[in-house]
């Protein structure tokens, strides 16, 4: 009997893993206010953002150059069959392009971003938390995330709107490319046409969501590696829990992003 009395509640569970998940969204936005504010006072690690910018922004290169063209052949080939229904093939170049910019582009690359960065960030953290790197530099008077989580957030804030571009740029040349030799557009009709087809709020909508997606898969990751427990073990399970939060926290963001840009662009 005394042994039961001690035993906890589904309330009392349920009532600790809400106060958990408050704990962690109140860490998560002070680590997230206090890399943005480390901006505004020295020191400030120019090398080490420089650095992040290579490994975040030139290291993406690839897969966003390989996914982009091929996502703007497919979207080519999935609506090719509908307008040639109507005899409107020439509108696959407004459909492209409008699609590509305004939403796959950035909520693609953001995703693909994600997978490779965020990941990447939290184990590396996560290492230097295991092997007690990270309390080193406390001991040494460095500030850890303004040395570690700072560089990053700036890198992938600032690299991610060009991998966008990018990414958009290379989707329309795949469209073009399977709507020439399927459809038979010449190059003329399609650019004209994705081009004309393209508004500022457009181009704004496609701009402005990967600096805030940029934000945050960097302090996603970084805060799933500095908060890593339980040796190497605690480094993997950051890693899958820092992509799953921040692929899922970029699809909820990205839905109320596009709502007020639409209502925005809409009274304009």
Not at 38 to 64: C, K
Not at 205 to 226: M, R, S
Request: with cysteine.
């Amino acid at each position: 009997m005394p042994e039961s009395s001690h035993t906890p509640s589904v309330f009392s569970i349920f009532a600790d893993g809400i106060k958990r998940q408050v704990l962690g969204v109140q860490e998560y936005a002070q680590l997230t206010f206090r890399s943005l504010a480390n901006l505004a006072t020295s020191p400030r690690y120019w090398s080490d953002t420089l650095e992040q910018m290579d490994l975040i922004g030139v290291g993406s290169l690839p897969i966003v150059i390989l996914t982009g063209f091929f996502i703007g052949g497919v979207m080519v080939l999935q609506t090719a069959s509908q307008f040639e229904k109507f005899g409107e093939t020439a509108l696959t170049g407004d459909a492209v392009s409008l699609a590509l910019v305004r939403e796959l582009g950035p909520a693609i690359t953001a995703l693909l971003v994600a997978g490779r960065n965020a990941s990447g960030i939290a184990s590396e953290l996560g290492s230097m938390v295991v092997t007690e790197q990270v309390d080193a530099m406390r001991a040494l008077g460095t500030d850890p995330v303004r040395k570690l989580v700072t560089p990053r957030v700036v890198a992938t804030v600032l690299m991610l709107p060009l991998l966008t571009v990018i990414s958009d740029f290379v989707g329309l040349c795949g469209g073009f490319f399977v709507a020439y030799f399927t459809l038979r557009l010449g190059a003329v009709q399609f650019w004209t046409r994705a081009v004309d087809a393209l508004e500022i709020g457009d181009v704004v909508q496609g701009l402005a969501k990967p600096f805030v997606f940029g934000l945050i898969i960097a302090t996603v990751g970084c805060y799933e590696g500095l908060r890593v427990k339980g040796g190497t073990q605690g480094v993997g399970r950051a890693t899958t829990t820092a992509v799953v939060v921040s692929s899922v926290f970029i699809l909820v963001v990205d839905t109320f992003i596009t709502k007020l840009l639409l209502y925005l662009f809409q009274r304009t």
